[in-house]
């Protein structure tokens, strides 16, 4: 048998190519800039050939490493979809679903009695992502995802497309009623959404604003945290209708302005390649679909 190289040199060699980073795959794997650098030094001295080509402000694949890269990341695909189907054999019904913390807790989690009550037999795991809005082919079956850059290899079934538009708490906006003008929020802290870092520049450009969109007043890595913050006095949010009914209705937030502009990227329903021909995939895309067709602001 071939001797292979350490693991963890692998999986470290792997993240960085995918980021083109060293700085993000020490974030991803929780570990320091400084110790992604040994692993690949240590990774490329025992292949005897260079995988990066280091610049002074990024780093590029060589050609070797152009090479390794895709079959390294298919062979951690693999192992990982091996580790949920061993992790299955006692539920093998079971379907994990992958979803942004704010769709969760706003949306999904209170329509699963729903779920329960018309499919009793598929139990779900729901796996909350923050910041990632890539689809974690590793570790779910089926995830309710953004898709702004498709990725090869991956299933995506449409569900609907979001309209953002800016919301504040009842405080703020009853202070002085100075929110007359689109111009006026710029008077106070935007708050921003770290996955989506040029919304706010989109919307006042819509809203026919022309000038530089200051610095954010914070950035949050939800919008659920985002319009916490908003409710809380702390600034101006962007945010969809699904996240913010409630709290409109109830009235924790106001919208001042009825302009609104697209969402980037589109929701869907994304799996693996071939996963979509899934009995338990089919069934929760098809109540999915319902409840979405349910809903009068879920196309808003």
């Not at 292979?4 to 993240?15: C, D, G, K, Q, V």
């Not at 694949?61 to 951690?76: M, N, Q, V, Y």
């Not at 929110?179 to 819509?206: C, M, Q, S, T």
């Amino acid at each position: 048998m071939i001797k292979l190289p350490p693991l963890n040199a692998l999986r470290t060699f792997e993240a960085a190519a995918r980021h083109l980073s060293f700085r993000r795959a020490a974030e991803e794997l929780n570990v320091t800039h400084s110790a992604v650098s040994h692993q690949i030094r240590a990774l490329e001295e025992t292949l005897d050939v260079q995988l990066f080509d280091r610049r002074p402000r990024n780093v590029a694949l060589t050609a070797a490493g152009e090479i390794f890269s895709p079959i390294l990341k298919d062979a951690f695909e693999r192992i990982g979809r091996g580790v949920q189907l061993v992790k299955s054999i006692d539920e093998p019904n079971v379907l994990s679903v992958q979803v942004y913390v704010t769709m969760a807790l706003r949306w999904l989690i209170p329509r699963f009695p729903r779920f329960r009550r018309e499919h009793p037999d598929i139990p779900i795991r729901l796996n909350t992502s923050y910041m990632d809005w890539a689809f974690d082919r590793e570790h779910v079956d089926v995830g309710i995802v953004i898709a702004g850059h498709p990725e090869p290899g991956i299933h995506y079934d449409h569900l609907f497309d979001a309209q953002i538009f800016p919301v504040c708490g009842s405080a703020l906006h009853d202070d002085g009623g100075t929110l007359n003008r689109p111009e006026d929020l710029l008077r106070y802290p935007l708050l921003h959404i770290h996955p989506a870092p040029a919304d706010w520049e989109r919307w006042f450009r819509a809203a026919g604003v022309r000038t530089r969109v200051p610095p954010p007043g914070a950035t949050y890595d939800s919008f659920i945290l985002a319009l916490e913050a908003a409710m809380g006095g702390q600034g101006i949010a962007l945010t969809n209708i699904m996240f913010a009914r409630e709290d409109l209705k109830a009235g924790r937030l106001i919208k001042p302005f009825d302009i609104s502009v697209p969402q980037h990227g589109t929701w869907c329903l994304a799996c693996v390649d071939g996963m979509q021909t899934d009995a338990r995939v089919i069934r929760f895309r098809e109540w999915l679909v319902n409840e979405l067709a349910d809903d009068p602001d879920a196309a808003s």
